[in-house]
């Protein structure tokens, strides 16, 4: 069997989801001998953007025209499109500016320099094109990485699991920082994967790899409120990583 | 039953004495007020005054990720290397959990047995422990505040002593094996023994009317309160993991880099999840969370009861003392009852 | 210690038979008939099951799903199992090269209680993939015919390209041993079909039934079976004389992980065969 075409790109973003990939330190040489790597920028000098995939691995978010029509390239040089990291899959940190004006920030950031170049709202890379499959994380998981890589060498597609932190913050035993501590954590309502990384070192969960399917924000919120949380703070912490869980409409709870 | 006493300062030598029968486990602090069971190698590890440990026991021989066996394209598949024979001595055990335990057991057995389950659970010596409820405590109104059985031995603090209550051969090889440490029983420890019971059985404010509640549950199938609760839940998963009785589990496949082997693998699951009555095609039996609360509720209150004869529940509290949303299967059962009075 | 005494004894439930495809059959659109082999490292051991059980089938590095058993128990060495592709596991068979290897558990559930239709006449309801476990009866029936008094089959299809086993059901339909009707929703100008066109409860004008000593087996869709229900219950089918398999997400077969529970009863070991009046008995279930 030859060996899938693959491309892994970058859209806006900080390159730390292509970093985990570089980062699997002791499965690299299976990797690369597994997939036929014909464009990787961070790491490959060499690269064909032009010829058709297999498979493309994209991170980032969509803030600018110029991600726009890369996005759509990819989208027709590929056979399955994989959204990599959280701002790949939900929007992430950039879309956090999404609740102001695009034209006031960017004067705010970038001043005069800032009229050269167009801006657009973030949006996650499912509002451009269809999304084959999602590995969210900021950054990814190296496991949840290298089990989808296995899976879509056999013809599969992964399943990742759909569950809360607080499940996998469980399993691992840590102390519950949202009841037995009264931190504002968002484990319950954050999809796991990440073993619950930040709890076991007694931070609480941020949100970083985005909510679970069917997350009961009201209730959360409500939780928070009732542990004294004021609802700006709440509103920073579920706004920071998923600008798409717009807190404002329920803020009637 | 054999029935000897150990008084208090013998405890560190016997806990010594118990190294020989396995490595020991028992309840030992994490952070400033979460308890877990876990390694120790003497008595000032032990957390011998604590009330709930996070997860109940059911972690020793049900993992929250357990590899069933390996599996190979070209070979099929094959059992994993087995842990060696190695054993265990849990101590510190409360008699909620020993009645944990004593479900897990008769689930797991049955027209198939669960050998990954039997295999920890035969290696492992169980040291009960008796307690002090707080309130959230409610065995009592379950009947699981005392153990006639499931222990190797069982402990009661008598003050100065341990009254020992001998459960099994092997607890007794325990005691044989540190003799001169234990007494006979004498009159003062009868009384004390009895007092303490007396005490014990006051200190429980938390009670729970399970007299014809499955009836009730019948009854009140379609009660506004079951939607009141799915508003609340989180689907989190806390209650299933922290529960000692909850033990379903999901399975799936983990495949190596080579695409051609790896490991079937199971994990706890929870009825709570979203996709645990998904079929392909994408029917979802219990789409509603309103009808996973239920489900669960039904199951340990109502189901089991059918099925085994009495409730999966131990009432040991933990699923009100971590769920985030605060629900309180007490305050759901005295909704339910209310209700039905009216 | 307690617990289990003899574990050292016990099988380990969960690890699959390899077993190998022998055949694979295309009925319709996405739906193949497989034919497998289970190899049992006892040689002389045969693979024997009742009509409406079920295995377990593994595809090794996706995962294992629950099938009902097509095949009968009469016809040894083999089993087929009907399979639409639906979901992972299935969409990773249909990939699988002829004679591939494959993992099996089972069989597993309670099947019909054929010891209890003996004597009695059987009626047969199936609709689209439903015909997949009642196959199994019904050519154990055939294959016992002795053994029952008239056997009727009715299925119903949305046309005759969308029908499972139809070559081998329209050769038994000149047969005088089993009555065998057929239909599909709307004929389609032009196909040749000389069966019947109509929903499957029309095909209840074409039989006169004893309810007393008849036993009805239904398995389709959830809206085909409350129709032939009330068309059951309006002949004055008694309840336990009604017979369904029922579907819900398995993850062992072994009445452990808790996935298939209704209620109190565990869909891979009380069912997957229940009674009407088992089923309306259960939560969730009406």
Request: net charge negative; proline share 5%; with cysteine.
């Amino acid at each position: 069997m030859s060996k899938p075409k693959v491309g892994i790109y970058g859209l806006t973003g900080c390159a730390g989801d292509q970093l985990v990939i570089l980062n699997c330190e002791d499965e690299l040489l299976n990797i690369v001998g597994a997939l036929d790597i014909k464009s990787f920028s961070m790491a490959v000098s060499e690269s064909d953007d032009d010829c058709l995939l297999d498979i493309v691995f994209v991170e980032g978010t969509v803030v600018q025209p110029r991600d726009e029509e890369m996005l759509q390239n990819l989208r027709e040089r590929a056979k399955l499109l994989i959204a990599i990291g959280t701002c790949a899959v939900w929007g992430g940190l950039p879309a956090m500016k999404n609740e102001f004006s695009q034209e006031e920030i960017k004067k705010k950031v970038y001043g005069p320099a800032g009229d050269i170049f167009k801006t657009t709202a973030p949006q996650p890379l499912s509002s451009f094109v269809k999304v084959d499959l999602s590995i969210s994380g900021c950054p990814i998981e190296k496991e949840q990485l290298l089990q989808a890589v296995a899976s879509l060498l056999h013809g599969d597609l992964p399943r990742l699991p759909g569950y809360a932190v607080c499940t996998e913050c469980k399993m691992s035993e840590y102390t519950c920082l949202l009841v037995e501590k009264g931190q504002l954590c968002l484990g319950p309502i954050t999809v796991a994967g990440c073993k619950a990384r930040c709890p076991g070192y007694g931070q609480p969960c941020i949100g970083c790899r985005g909510p679970v399917e069917e997350a009961n924000v009201s209730s959360e919120i409500e939780v928070l409120k009732e542990k004294g949380f004021t609802w700006v703070d709440i509103q920073n912490r579920l706004r920071t990583f998923v600008a798409s869980i717009d807190p404002l409409q329920i803020e009637s709870v | 039953m054999k029935i000897i006493t150990l008084p208090k300062e013998n405890l560190t030598e016997f806990i010594g004495y118990l190294h020989a029968f396995g490595e020991i486990h028992a309840p030992t602090k994490r952070g400033d007020k979460s308890v877990v069971f876990a390694p120790v190698s003497d008595l000032s590890e032990i957390e011998l005054n604590y009330t709930r440990t996070i997860l109940p026991l059911k972690k020793y021989f049900f993992k929250p990720v357990d590899v069933m066996f390996n599996f190979y394209a070209d070979k099929g598949y094959e059992a994993p290397t087995e842990e060696a024979d190695k054993k265990y001595v849990i101590f510190g055990v409360h008699p909620c959990d020993i009645h944990g335990l004593k479900i897990l057991d008769l689930v797991s057995n049955g027209r198939y047995v669960d050998t990954y389950y039997f295999a920890g659970r035969n290696k492992a010596a169980i040291i009960g422990l008796d307690c002090i409820p707080d309130d959230l405590c409610f065995c009592r109104s379950i009947g699981t505040d005392f153990v006639d059985a499931g222990f190797d031995l069982f402990l009661s603090d008598i003050d100065n002593s341990y009254l020992v209550r001998v459960g099994t051969s092997l607890g007794d090889d325990m005691v044989k094996a540190a003799d001169t440490l234990f007494h006979e029983v004498n009159k003062e420890d009868r009384e004390a023994y009895k007092r303490k019971s007396i005490e014990r059985r006051k200190s429980f404010r938390t009670e729970i009317q399970l007299q014809d509640l499955p009836e009730i549950i019948d009854l009140e199938y379609e009660n506004e309160v079951w939607h009141e609760v799915g508003e609340k839940c989180l689907s989190c998963g806390t209650c299933s993991m922290v529960c000692p009785t909850c033990y379903c589990y999901a399975v799936f496949d983990e495949l190596n880099l080579d695409a051609s082997s790896g490991q079937r693998k199971r994990r706890w699951d929870s009825c709570l999840f979203k996709d645990y009555a998904l079929v392909a095609g994408g029917h979802n039996f219990r789409a509603e969370r309103s009808s996973r609360v239920k489900n669960r509720f039904f199951h340990k209150q109502r189901g089991f009861v059918t099925q085994y004869g009495r409730p999966s529940c131990v009432g040991c509290g933990r699923c009100k003392a971590y769920c985030p949303a605060g629900i309180d299967i007490v305050e759901i059962v005295n909704k339910l009852r209310s209700q039905t009075r009216v | 210690m307690s617990k289990h005494e003899n574990c050292s004894d016990c099988q380990n439930p969960y690890t699959p038979h390899p077993a190998r495809i022998i055949r694979i059959l295309p009925q319709i659109p996405d739906h193949q008939l497989f034919q497998i082999h289970i190899r049992f490292e006892d040689q002389g051991k045969v693979f024997t099951y009742r009509p409406g059980q079920f295995v377990m089938l593994s595809v090794i590095g996706v995962g294992e799903a629950p099938f009902s058993i097509s095949s009968s128990p009469t016809h040894e060495g083999i089993i087929e199992l009907c399979v639409r592709r639906i979901g992972h596991v299935t969409d990773a068979l249909f990939r699988l090269p002829p004679k591939a290897m494959v993992g099996i558990r089972g069989p597993y559930g309670n099947g019909f209680p054929v010891e209890k239709l003996e004597g009695n006449n059987l009626l047969l309801v199936a609709g689209g993939l439903g015909m997949a476990p009642l196959r199994s009866l019904l050519w154990y029936t055939l294959d016992n015919r002795s053994k029952f008094k008239d056997v009727i089959l009715m299925y119903g299809a949305k046309n005759p390209g969308d029908m499972l086993f139809k070559y081998e059901l329209l050769s038994l339909l000149d047969r005088t041993d089993v009555k065998c009707l057929l239909t599909i929703d709307k004929k389609d100008e032009s196909a040749i079909w000389k069966a019947h066109v109509g929903v499957v409860t029309t095909l209840f004008d074409f039989v006169d039934i004893d309810p007393n000593d008849t036993y009805a087996a239904v398995c389709g869709p959830e809206v085909m079976f409350k129709f032939v229900l009330d068309e059951l219950l309006k002949r004055n089918f008694a309840k336990d004389r009604i017979l369904m398999s029922l579907e819900r997400n398995m993850h062992c077969g072994v009445g452990k992980c808790g996935h298939c529970m209704i209620g109190y009863k565990y869909t891979c070991l009380d069912g997957p065969i229940f009674t009407y009046w088992d089923a309306i008995n259960l939560p969730e279930m009406v």
